[in-house]
């Protein structure tokens, strides 16, 4: 019997955008992540939850929902989920995320409704309730959800709070990573998971095709690129999100600046240091260890370099550089900045994420330089550079992931599924384990042997160890708790009287005019010779003349004028006791005669 694990993107599948994936699990529902794609301003930028229920019904249907971090392609959703959509059920995300996802779902609210004149979107009072139905977890907390579904949360790197999840269902188990980043940088750690092994890792898939050059060689040539702009008199725009890589980028060119003593202005967007203040000295937790060993004395993100920029110094003449929101040209400052200064060929936008589908970044990235807007067309002169400082897992890194927490199954989504095909290529010869890259709305049925827990005791296990693990025992059920017991362990746990089981093997021996003690005296050569086996022992002849090894007796006595061997054993002895019966059955007289 079998039992299939189900999973069907709603959203990523061969996509990045709008990350949301239900996989059904022992009769469970569990929703992963909720997000909006950055690429469409209709309809298309919810994942499909009509494949749920129509709108008030989703609470019947799933059972959780588990956000894995702020970025809003995987919670951008959400208050349409509960608010709109009628989800009222378990609702679980870190701290960090609680925090800082309904500032990100404001904005991205008020760009929407405010500037764009969306009628059919989430207002700020949804925003609130949603963001109050939150359950928080903690890194390496696990907690039950109801009897059968408890989730574990393990650190992802990515972002301030980003995590991965382990979801338990009876015996199965079900290992989602969101974003995450196998390498450390200047502000966050680097992803950890243990040997959980999940019986399915759906493993996001952005960078399947990447490997990267080193961290350092990549901070050189941005360094580069950056100052060679400024000193001609051109002018740096740098599309980041509010947290995130706008730190970590600003904190290598805060160095920088420092250590050439630049004075070129360096701006970034109005708010991004204070949310970043106030939300890493909240988390200092979540940072990685020289943040959290220096953040008393000297905090980090007080830029001495960097300061707030103002929409009137768009237009100022001279060199700068600016670090402004959102990452991927889609809205915001960064594209009302990039439209002032695309036409110049001394400026350059550098680009240091991952552009979805749609989106003014990822156009530029494909090479056009003539892009229509809302407005009309623009002409794009000014230099694009793409430096990856996306703090995703490139290839190496999931092939690491999978090493370290050994799936029994895998699932890429979020990703291009060209990238996807060549990535499995890779996991099937390198682990020899099943891989899918299921499509939005596509059905994977991933069966599943049942399998039985039981608990063993310690005394029980050593022994078994040293037994070359073969037991002997039997399974019990005693307070709705399956045990593994020990053949004494059962007698004196559950007030059993022992018995012990005979076996019986005679050969008559017609034509021998021997002696009973002769015909032992013979058999006792024989078989020592025969049976060599040092596992097996040696028989020893006793002052009665019979034969004996642990619970293997043998005698000869005259029954009706004829010689009978008899053997007898028990149950414990069978491997003796068989042998020596297949020895006499197959050589008969010939064995005493010879």
Excluded at 45 to 72: E, K, N
Excluded at 90 to 113: C, G
Excluded at 264 to 276: D, I, M, N, Q, R
Aim: some cysteine.
């Amino acid at each position: 019997m079998t039992s299939d694990i189900k999973i069907v993107p709603l959203g990523a599948g061969q996509d990045v955008g709008r990350s949301c994936v239900l996989v059904s699990i022992s009769g469970k529902n569990i929703m992963f992540d909720c997000g909006m794609h950055m690429g469409y301003q209709d309809e298309r930028r919810f994942p499909d939850f009509s494949y749920i229920s129509q709108p008030g019904g989703a609470t019947d249907v799933i059972d959780c929902l588990i956000i894995s971090h702020f970025h809003l392609d995987h919670c951008g959703s959400l208050p349409y989920f509960t608010e709109k959509f009628g989800y009222n059920g378990p609702l679980i995300m870190t701290a960090p995320t609680r925090a800082i996802a309904p500032i990100l779902l404001e904005d991205y609210r008020k760009i929407t409704v405010d500037r764009y004149g969306e009628t059919d979107f989430f207002t700020t009072t949804q925003i609130k309730q949603c963001i109050k139905k939150v359950r928080t977890i903690r890194v390496h907390e696990t907690i039950q959800v109801d009897k059968d579904i408890s989730v574990k949360c393990y650190y992802a790197g990515h972002v301030l709070g980003a995590g991965m999840f382990l979801v338990k269902v009876g015996t199965q188990s079900v290992l989602y990573t969101g974003d995450y980043n196998m390498t450390p940088d200047r502000h966050l750690g680097c992803a950890w998971v243990d040997r959980c092994s999940p019986t399915v890792l759906i493993s996001e898939s952005t960078y399947a095709t990447t490997i990267r050059d080193s961290k350092r060689c990549r901070e050189r040539d941005f360094l580069k690129k950056v100052y060679n702009v400024v000193e001609a008199g051109g002018k740096v725009l740098i599309p980041v999100f509010a947290l995130g890589r706008a730190q970590e980028l600003c904190i290598l060119i805060e160095e920088f600046w420092d250590r050439m003593n630049l004075k070129v202005p360096v701006y970034f967007c109005h708010g991004l240091t204070e949310k970043a203040t106030n939300y890493y000295k909240l988390f200092i937790t979540w940072t990685n260890e020289k943040i959290k060993s220096t953040f008393v004395n000297r905090n980090m993100f007080d830029f001495k370099h960097i300061s707030v920029f103002d929409r009137s110094y768009m237009n100022n003449p001279g060199p700068m550089v600016v670090f402004a929101t959102p990452g991927m040209l889609h809205s915001g400052m960064s594209l009302n900045i990039f439209k002032a200064w695309c036409h110049d060929a001394k400026n350059m936008v550098i680009m240091p994420g991952y552009c979805v589908a749609g989106t003014m970044g990822h156009k530029l990235l494909n090479g056009s330089r003539k892009i229509e807007t809302d407005k009309g067309s623009i002409t794009v002169n000014m230099a694009v550079e793409y430096l990856s400082f996306s703090a995703h897992a490139d290839a190496k890194g999931i092939l690491q992931l999978i090493k370290n927490c050994q799936p029994k199954n895998v699932v890429l989504v979020h990703g291009e599924e060209r990238k996807m095909s060549f990535l499995i290529d890779k996991i099937t010869d390198q682990f020899q384990i099943p891989c899918f890259k299921p499509a939005n709305g596509e059905q994977i049925n991933i069966p599943c042997q049942p399998q039985v827990s039981a608990t063993m005791s310690k005394e029980t296990f050593k022994s078994v160890r040293s037994a070359g693990n073969q037991f002997d025992g039997m399974l019990v059920q005693k307070n709705n708790q399956l045990l593994l017991l020990s053949r004494e362990e059962a007698v004196q746990q559950l007030g059993l009287k022992p018995h012990t089981l005979n076996l019986n093997y005679k050969l008559c021996l017609t034509g021998l005019n021997l002696e009973g003690s002769v015909i032992m005296e013979r058999l006792h050569t024989q078989l020592s010779s025969i049976i060599t086996d040092q596992k097996l022992g040696t028989f020893k002849r006793q002052h009665d003349g019979t034969l004996h090894l642990n619970s293997v007796h043998i005698t000869c006595r005259t029954e009706g004028g004829r010689s009978v061997v008899h053997v007898s054993w028990n149950v414990e002895d069978e491997p003796i006791g068989k042998a020596v019966s297949e020895i006499l059955e197959e050589c008969g007289e010939d064995l005493i005669t010879n």
